[in-house]
């Protein structure tokens, strides 16, 4: 048995970061690793991108139930105000590694957090831990597609000064190959997520670490999972792949849209293309995607 009153004192399971941009397909894979029973995986926790337990709180108050839900995960039903008095002097490594001492020996740990990717210093404090890495990628095209269309839904209803903002931002995309200003952001944002994580990654010995693509993983389920958990040393577990529930998830954690799905839409992967062309891209994202040597399905 583990002390679990020490952070430090024993050797823990592994730790998995998913790494990607946001609108990755990174909700979808992190439920579908949470469905193997060797992998314990909660909503985004956070707790990587802040120094210690008490910043962690303040700064981000609704990641507290996603620290929650892992001790539900783990049959351990922890509540908030005694999850406070125990950590609240703990460094953020020391949160993960007590998190981890309540897992068997080959269980892992998910966490998926997007946020990550937006700074190197981020992805390097992940050293302290024993970690292994995903690194998620999808297209860029159907990341903006996919973050243009929620930003649309959030705004629809907005009345009369949205409606005002949408006609100016078809403008706008006549004028700059069919993207928008809050498209090229986005296209700038994944690009800089790209590489920073391609460059912490370089550091990172190569069983520590597997890139899936989300086309892949869609397209081609079965095997692209097989494929990943080879390299965690995991058997393939078929259910899987089977239908999951309707998770509803928190504002600001994860993807909005996930409960409107229960199955993998394979279809889902080439959506960008009824409103996109690869020319519109910036020569830095074609480079870059070119390197990442993204699957391009027809
Ligand atoms: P949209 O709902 O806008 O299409 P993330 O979790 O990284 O934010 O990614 C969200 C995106 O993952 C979704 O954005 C969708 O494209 C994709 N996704 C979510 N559930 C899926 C499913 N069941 N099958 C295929 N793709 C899915």
Redo the contacts with the bound molecule.
């Keep these: 048995m583990m002390d679990r009153s020490k952070p430090g004192a024993a050797t823990y399971p592994k730790l998995i970061f998913i790494l990607?941009?946001?609108?990755?397909?990174?909700?979808?894979?992190?439920?579908i690793l949470g469905k193997h029973p060797q992998i314990v995986a909660p909503a985004e926790l956070f707790l990587l991108a802040y120094p210690d337990y008490a910043t962690w709180r303040r700064e981000k108050p609704i990641a507290i139930e996603s620290l929650e839900e892992f001790f539900r995960l783990v049959g351990q039903n922890k509540h908030r105000a005694e999850i406070d008095i125990h950590c609240q002097n703990y460094t953020s490594t020391e949160v993960y590694r007590w998190m981890l001492s309540f897992l068997n020996e080959r269980t892992y740990l998910v966490d998926?957090t997007?946020a990550y990717a937006n700074r190197t210093e981020i992805l390097k404090a992940s050293t302290q831990l024993d970690s292994f890495y995903i690194w998620?990628i999808?297209h860029p095209l159907?990341?903006i597609?996919?973050?243009l269309?929620?930003r649309s839904k959030r705004r629809t209803g907005a009345g009369l000064r949205a409606r005002g903002r949408s006609f100016l931002e078809r403008a706008e995309r006549v004028l700059d190959r069919g993207l928008n200003r809050a498209a090229r952001r986005r296209e700038a944002k994944w690009v800089q997520q790209q590489i920073n994580i391609g460059r912490f990654l370089t550091s990172v010995p190569n069983n520590q670490k597997h890139t899936i693509c989300?086309e892949d993983?869609?397209t081609a389920p079965e095997c692209s999972l097989r494929r990943l958990l080879g390299d965690l040393g995991l058997a393939f577990e078929p259910a899987m792949l089977y239908p999951?529930p309707r998770q509803i998830?928190k504002r600001g954690i994860?993807?909005?849209?996930?409960h409107?799905?229960?199955?993998?839409?394979?279809?889902?992967?080439l959506?960008w293309k009824q409103r996109f062309s690869e020319q519109s891209l910036r020569p830095q994202t074609s480079e870059v995607l070119k390197m990442l040597k993204v699957r391009r399905l027809e």
Aim: proline residues 5%; hydrophobic residues 35%; positive net charge.
């Design positions: 990607s941009s946001e609108r990755s397909g990174s909700t979808l894979l992190r439920v998926k997007p998620l999808r159907a990341v597609d996919s973050y269309r929620l989300f993983l869609v999951f998830m994860g993807d909005q849209n996930f409107t799905r229960s199955q993998i839409q394979p279809e889902l992967a959506q």
